[in-house]
């Protein structure tokens, strides 16, 4: 199996019909492609296709590898003015921004993020670039918490017991009052799930991204009593060219996320591996592989 879901690149050869895409353009990649016979697929939410083929999800090849056969309708066109960085930057941030639409982040809504990992800081920089009126973002490692504050958060909370959600509860009510109206939980634990839970406003919204736990007990009568929307968020669907216009006109600034470059050798990639593996010691956000 190759690794990696995130590609931009040249494009050296097209299919006979191919009309949409020539030779020589610099394209990003959207990793999964739907099989579009299943039902969710035909209403535009291919993301549940129980039949995509993604990226880097056995049996599917990720796309580390010079060369790369990707379906025409998923190669979106750079902008001149966007380096190909920027274009593998464009899906981690599509699903900060399906998350963002998931949970109605725009004007006027107050947003809290749990997790300052690759995902969250990108959710925070999807809901300044939405307009969010406030957001806030907590992590219990403090090490990206200054990037989370280059990024455009108004608070960013070093949580320092991760087993407890009181504090942060405690914190994110002092900083927004009667609660966020958005909680987007980029970690998945329960002790994330409950702090969103007791810490969102009433009649609020939470959307779940991350993928920490598959079971856990949290104290779903809050979902009754204060009539919490409660919804997941899987991936993303048409969210390339809104997020390719975001990098384009300036309204994010993914560059402070990418915090190590290697080439393309066999050393490389594996040096690439480790430093990303070990991010709580090289600070590792997101590692590129260049050639």
Known sequence: MTAVTKASRDIVEVGAGVTSRQVGERVALEPGVP????????QGRYNLDPGVKFFATPPVHGSLARYVDHPADFCFK???????????????????????????????KKVAILGAGPIGLMVLAAAKAFSASSVAITDIRPDNLPVAKQLGARHALHQSNPTSASETVEALKAIFADGPDIVIDCVGFESTITTALEAVAPGGRIVLVGLGAEKCCV???????KEIDFMGSFRYTNTYPTCLDLLEEKKIDCEPLITHRFGFSQDDVITGFDTAAAAGKTGAIKVMFNW
């Open 78 to 108: 750079l902008p001149d003015a966007l380096s190909y960085e920027q274009g593998a930057m464009v899906e981690p941030l599509s699903n900060a921004v399906h998350a963002c639409r998931r949970g109605g982040v725009g004007p006027g």
């Open 219 to 225: 104290p779903t009568m809050q979902t009754v009593f």
């Open 35 to 42: 099989c579009w016979s299943n039902r969710m697929s035909r």
